[in-house]
């Protein structure tokens, strides 16, 4: 187990949170989910962290205990609860908060308890948010953030739809796609992945790879235009319910996902075509894992597009790996090609 300090508002709940009893505890986690060792010390018999998210679920099983069930799924698990722990950030995507607020109050037995934390002092949001869910919400209130438990007295009476559906439209095809909190996004085609569709070159018989592919509008679009196998890869657990989802809806057969962050595909056959779609933060790390999985599984003389809005990285990262190197304006973006050598 490693030993890593935990977030702010982690830390706080584990502080502040008063004794509250119970067996069965999940704790949702945007860090390590070390407040489950704290459950687990404090007595709770079953203890789970959930996540949406395969490799921060992956990261999380290094620093908690043994005992702790790690779960990484779209929705939280079924079954009743005593009480569900949400440390929370207060830079953190609120809808996707209030989402999975909702399915913890759903899943909590009557007299079991919501605790929240949040790292901001001043707080209003997540204390309104459980105000409007429970009849009774306490806070312990500090200089590092805020601490909240309240008690489920009855069924919440109104439930909130929170997933969209929305159509896009692809040359003269209107394609239905279904997209949820906490997938890249959510409720649009985004800017990238659409430079992508118009960009690609897909065979009538080629299998294409989709790297990172969350709502999944690039592989819907793709999928039509080819009798192959369309991979579809993304960590997120809710990205590909949404893409599964999305196949179904618009009667497409020929899309298999993986839920996958360490790039062990068990594909039964090499791509002819790899697109991806990074995100734009952070360092590059992601996209050379995007790059590098993608070279591994196509054919050779297959072709690989990545878009981006720094081109700059790719060129160089291409020059050794891929011949054939192409990179042009397309939008607000630029789309970086290559093609796996022969020999």
Not at 85 to 95: C, Q, T
Request: net charge negative; charged share 25%; glycine share 8%.
């Amino acid at each position: 187990m490693e030993s890593i300090a935990p977030l702010i508002s982690e830390r706080l709940m584990i502080e502040k949170l008063p004794e509250l009893t119970g067996k069965i505890a999940l704790v949702v986690s945007q860090g390590r989910a070390q407040v489950a060792d704290e459950l687990v010390r404090r007595g709770f018999q079953q203890v789970s962290a959930f996540y949406i998210d395969l490799y921060a679920a992956a990261v999380a099983s290094q620093a908690v205990d043994s005992a702790v069930n790690i779960v990484c799924a779209a929705d939280l698990p079924e079954g009743e609860l005593d009480l569900v722990a949400m440390p929370v950030l207060k830079k953190g995507e609120s809808e996707l908060t209030r989402d999975l607020m909702q399915q913890a109050h759903q899943r909590l037995s009557i007299g079991g308890y919501l605790a929240m934390s949040v790292d901001h002092p001043g707080d209003k949001w997540v204390h309104e948010q459980m105000q409007t869910m429970f009849e009774k919400v306490s806070c312990d209130r500090s200089d590092k953030g805020c601490v909240y438990w309240a008690k489920k007295t009855e069924p919440l009476k109104k439930l909130k739809r929170f997933e969209a559906e929305f159509v896009y439209r692809d040359g003269d095809r209107l394609i239905k796609a279904i997209s949820r909190p906490g997938v890249f996004a959510h409720r649009r085609v985004d800017g990238g992945a659409r430079q992508l569709i118009e960009s690609a070159e897909i065979g009538p018989e080629d299998h294409v790879l989709d790297m990172g592919c969350g709502v999944g509008t690039i592989s819907l679009a793709v999928a039509y235009q080819t009798s192959g196998i369309v991979h579809s890869v993304d960590s997120c657990a809710r990205a590909i319910d949404c893409v599964n989802r999305s196949a179904e809806l618009n009667g497409l057969t020929n899309i298999r996902t993986h839920l996958n962050a360490d790039g062990q595909l068990d594909l039964p056959r090499a791509v002819d075509v790899a697109l991806a779609n990074p995100p734009y933060y952070g360092d590059d790390t992601i996209s050379q894992h995007f790059v590098d999985v993608s070279i591994q599984y196509l054919n050779p003389g297959g072709a690989l597009l990545v878009v981006t809005k720094n081109p700059r990285w790719y060129h160089a990262y291409f020059e050794n790996k891929l011949e054939d190197i192409a990179i042009f304006e397309s939008g607000a973006y630029y789309v970086c090609c290559g093609r796996k050598p022969i020999t």
